[in-house]
């Protein structure tokens, strides 16, 4: 018994020593983090953000609410084949002429759900991103794209090959 009160008395002396100089190697960090002097960094539009993955349950639940924009990021044949019901085609090869005209017509503030054929595809993570450059804000990339969406019986559009 008195070697496990020796113990605990020696632990409790460790994490008291190590607590106090904790707080005075911080103290200047502390006292401004506490009266506000500290803020964290403003996110600006572009600032070293990726794309936000969704899968396929949050993918449908925004579709069956009618929320945001659905961007098909594969090519125009490919799209024609068959898509998201609602889907806009936006193929990553043609960001640059389709740009200005998406501009006009989708306001920086609408969340945009990007995909294209599945897991193997990075073309909507890419495309994604090209639109974080351009000042868009809610990027999410549905990873399973158009083949998961397709096997789970959900609401498709295009002719079949």
């Not at 964290?40 to 009618?66: S, W």
Request: hydrophobic share 45%.
């Amino acid at each position: 018994m008195l070697i496990t009160r020796r113990v605990i008395i020696e632990m409790a002396l460790i994490v008291a020593i190590a607590s106090t100089v904790g707080l005075l190697w911080n103290r200047q960090l502390l006292v401004a983090s506490w009266s506000g002097a500290v803020q964290p960094p403003a996110l600006t539009p572009g600032a070293l953000r990726l794309p936000l993955p969704l899968g396929l349950m949050q993918v449908k639940e925004l579709f069956d609410r009618g929320e945001g924009y659905i961007l098909d990021a594969r090519d125009i044949a490919t799209f024609a084949t068959g898509h998201l019901k609602g889907a806009r085609s936006f193929p990553l090869g043609e960001f640059e002429a389709r740009l200005p005209e998406f501009r006009k017509q989708v306001p920086k503030t609408m969340p945009l759900v990007i995909y294209c054929n599945g897991y193997g595809c990075h073309d909507s993570m890419e495309l994604g991103k090209r639109l974080i450059a351009a000042g868009y804000w809610e990027i999410f990339v549905f990873e399973g794209g158009y083949p998961e969406w397709r096997d789970a019986g959900y609401p498709v559009e295009g002719s079949k090959p």
